[in-house]
């Protein structure tokens, strides 16, 4: 299955006391259409994935979402760097059902952003999801189809 998301100009998390939030954004430069959202802490030139999620209409789930005190203190007490939100808009083709192909494109977000390492918080936004270190070393013969460090999500 091919699948097509067309990413928009992320929206920068700023501080939401003004609004009696943790963190706000201008909800108007968030597409009202579905896809996924990744809320990240940007570090430098490093980008980290700290929380991803999908919508069938992606301003209406932020805003939930920016209400959400759980999460947002999960989002604060990440380490260091400023937080924004990355927004994906799915672009389905004839024949997709909407549902499936975001839980797919979410499943798939999930599990990349584990296994680059990142400390990604579970849907109740209040713990890391559990993963394992695979470190491998000996013959190098296996270096073809897998790479020489992995992180996985753990099973429950």
Same mark, same amino acid.
């Given at each position: 299955? $091919?699948?097509?998301?067309?990413?928009?100009?992320?929206?920068?998390?700023?501080?939401?006391?003004? @609004?009696? *939030?943790?963190?706000?954004?201008?909800? @108007? =430069?968030?597409? =009202?259409?579905?896809?996924?959202?990744?809320?990240?802490?940007? !570090?430098?030139?490093?980008?980290? #994935? *700290?929380?991803?999620?999908? #919508?069938? /209409?992606?301003?209406?789930?932020?805003? &939930? &979402? *920016? /209400?959400?005190?759980?999460?947002?203190?999960?989002?604060?007490?990440? @380490?260091?760097?400023? +937080? *924004?939100?990355?927004?994906?808009?799915?672009?389905?083709?004839?024949?997709? +059902? &909407?549902? +499936?192909?975001? =839980?797919?494109?979410? @499943?798939?977000? %999930?599990? !990349?952003?584990?296994?680059?390492? !990142?400390?990604?918080?579970?849907?109740?936004?209040? +713990?890391?999801?559990?993963? !394992?270190? %695979? $470190?491998? /070393?000996?013959?190098?013969?296996?270096?073809?189809?897998?790479?020489? /460090?992995?992180?996985?999500? #753990?099973?429950?």
């Amino acid at each position: 299955m $091919e699948i097509s998301l067309k990413w928009v100009k992320p929206a920068l998390l700023r501080d939401g006391k003004k @609004d009696k *939030l943790i963190y706000t954004c201008d909800l @108007d =430069d968030v597409p =009202d259409e579905p896809g996924i959202y990744v809320f990240c802490r940007k !570090h430098g030139d490093s980008v980290e #994935a *700290l929380y991803v999620g999908q #919508a069938e /209409n992606i301003r209406k789930r932020i805003e &939930q &979402q *920016l /209400n959400s005190v759980e999460l947002m203190m999960g989002l604060k007490q990440s @380490d260091t760097g400023s +937080r *924004l939100m990355l927004i994906g808009v799915l672009e389905t083709k004839r024949g997709q +059902r &909407q549902d +499936r192909v975001l =839980d797919i494109v979410e @499943d798939a977000y %999930i599990r !990349h952003a584990l296994g680059l390492g !990142h400390a990604l918080l579970n849907k109740k936004g209040i +713990r890391a999801i559990p993963v !394992h270190k %695979i $470190e491998c /070393n000996g013959s190098r013969d296996y270096r073809g189809p897998f790479p020489p /460090n992995m992180i996985v999500e #753990a099973k429950l």
